[in-house]
């Protein structure tokens, strides 16, 4: 029985992927451990979001510069609104609906979109926590070498692979490596959903004072998809994925050892799952357990694992709250005008 349950995680993981994700990261990571700077390991969140996109994207290094110029605006915007709650919540959707738009331009740019979005938020919150608006200016002075430089694995991987496929270097101010951005959306119905949806999550994140408010804001831009049926599955998988990876991280902070370089280990194995799970559910709930395990380590208590449960599914549901009341706004506006 373990065999086969084996190998069919086995089955499941993108190896190739796994492989190149984890040079991208090495870089960091290895600076981390000999410096014991954590604020390494939490640059490296903008190292896999560039990878993703460079990945799926198929952006040229041009392209992976201006993501990057695009993250550093979105997460100071936020970075520096965490103080002002009214202000949060409209940057927040602002952020949203900007990372949704750019997919009228293409299916491809989705990615790009979520991969700006959903690292800045999470950055910014975690960068404020546990210090006053007054430490935001020098706080931000100290975090921006260690941004930036996140940037550099994924640019050099990009320009190294782009001169050996073009065979020049004139390719290289190319946005996108072959100018095929997907199918255009019509995603007007998508934005008005995903605009409502960030702006009644970041209300009740800043009104409740929710711990890890980040999870419930991005679990409501993750469910709006502009279908039904799909936003459904959606929600279906992040809740499962929740609910079965949580109690999993749990249990396994009970047995591995508590200490800095397991910590960093599990960050680093979160991320991976980013990129490592060809089916969305397992992916989500290997990185709810990674997640899960390595706040108990640094000292959080089992409590965190409830919050995270709650916010994934209070997120989701906001989402898809507003996808259906939407889609009752339609089907009444055509049976009015028909």
Same mark, same amino acid.
């Given at each position: 029985?373990?065999?086969?349950m084996?190998?069919?995680?086995?089955?499941?993981?993108?190896l190739q992927?796994?492989?190149?994700?984890?040079? +991208?990261?090495a %870089?960091l /990571?290895?600076?981390t451990l000999?410096? $014991?700077?954590?604020n390494w390991? +939490?640059?490296s969140?903008?190292?896999?979001? !560039?990878?993703?996109?460079?990945e799926?994207?198929?952006?040229?290094?041009?392209?992976?510069? @201006?993501?990057a /110029?695009?993250f550093?605006?979105?997460?100071?915007?936020?970075f520096?609104s965490m103080s002002? %709650?009214v *202000?949060?919540?409209?940057?927040c959707t602002?952020?949203?609906?900007?990372?949704v738009g750019?997919?009228?331009y &293409?299916?491809?740019l989705?990615? !790009?979109g979520?991969f700006?979005? =959903? %690292?800045?938020?999470?950055?910014a @919150?975690?960068s404020?926590?546990?210090?006053? %608006?007054a430490?935001y200016p020098l706080?931000?002075?100290?975090?921006?070498?260690?941004?930036i430089?996140?940037? /550099?694995?994924?640019l050099? =991987?990009?320009?190294?692979?782009?001169?050996k496929?073009n065979?020049g270097w004139?390719?290289?101010?190319?946005?996108?490596?072959? $100018?095929?951005?997907g199918t255009r959306?019509? #995603? &007007?119905?998508t934005?008005?959903?995903? @605009?409502?949806?960030? *702006?009644?999550?970041?209300?009740l994140v800043?009104w409740?004072q929710?711990d890890?408010?980040?999870?419930v *804001?991005?679990?409501?831009?993750?469910i709006?998809? $502009?279908? *039904?049926l799909?936003a459904?599955?959606?929600?279906?998988?992040?809740? +499962?994925?929740?609910?079965?990876g949580?109690p999993?991280g749990v =249990?396994?902070?009970?047995?591995?050892?508590?200490?800095?370089?397991?910590?960093?280990?599990?960050?680093?194995s979160?991320m991976?799952t980013?990129?490592?799970?060809?089916?969305y +559910?397992?992916?989500?709930?290997a990185? #709810?357990? #990674?997640?899960?395990?390595?706040?108990i380590? =640094?000292g959080?208590?089992?409590?965190?694992?409830?919050e995270?449960?709650?916010?994934v599914?209070? &997120?989701?549901g906001?989402?898809?709250?507003?996808?259906?009341? /939407?889609?009752i706004?339609?089907?009444?506006r055509?049976?009015?005008?028909k």
């Amino acid at each position: 029985m373990l065999h086969k349950m084996l190998s069919l995680l086995t089955s499941e993981i993108d190896l190739q992927s796994l492989k190149r994700a984890s040079w +991208m990261l090495a %870089p960091l /990571l290895a600076i981390t451990l000999l410096t $014991g700077d954590t604020n390494w390991l +939490m640059a490296s969140i903008l190292t896999i979001s !560039l990878f993703i996109t460079y990945e799926r994207s198929e952006l040229a290094p041009l392209g992976v510069v @201006c993501q990057a /110029l695009a993250f550093q605006l979105t997460f100071w915007a936020l970075f520096f609104s965490m103080s002002q %709650p009214v *202000i949060f919540v409209l940057a927040c959707t602002l952020a949203a609906a900007a990372a949704v738009g750019v997919s009228t331009y &293409g299916d491809k740019l989705r990615t !790009l979109g979520n991969f700006t979005f =959903i %690292p800045a938020l999470y950055l910014a @919150c975690e960068s404020t926590s546990g210090i006053i %608006p007054a430490q935001y200016p020098l706080h931000a002075l100290v975090l921006l070498p260690f941004l930036i430089t996140a940037i /550099l694995p994924v640019l050099v =991987i990009s320009l190294v692979e782009h001169v050996k496929t073009n065979h020049g270097w004139h390719y290289v101010f190319r946005l996108h490596r072959t $100018g095929d951005l997907g199918t255009r959306i019509a #995603c &007007g119905e998508t934005l008005v959903a995903v @605009c409502l949806s960030v *702006i009644l999550a970041a209300a009740l994140v800043e009104w409740r004072q929710l711990d890890y408010g980040q999870w419930v *804001i991005w679990s409501a831009v993750s469910i709006v998809t $502009g279908d *039904i049926l799909t936003a459904r599955k959606k929600l279906y998988q992040r809740g +499962m994925g929740v609910l079965l990876g949580v109690p999993l991280g749990v =249990i396994l902070s009970y047995i591995i050892p508590h200490n800095i370089l397991i910590y960093e280990i599990l960050t680093v194995s979160a991320m991976l799952t980013l990129v490592s799970f060809s089916h969305y +559910m397992l992916g989500f709930g290997a990185r #709810c357990a #990674c997640i899960t395990s390595a706040l108990i380590v =640094i000292g959080q208590t089992p409590d965190i694992a409830a919050e995270r449960v709650f916010n994934v599914l209070l &997120g989701g549901g906001i989402g898809l709250l507003f996808i259906f009341l /939407l889609h009752i706004a339609i089907a009444v506006r055509n049976h009015i005008y028909k």
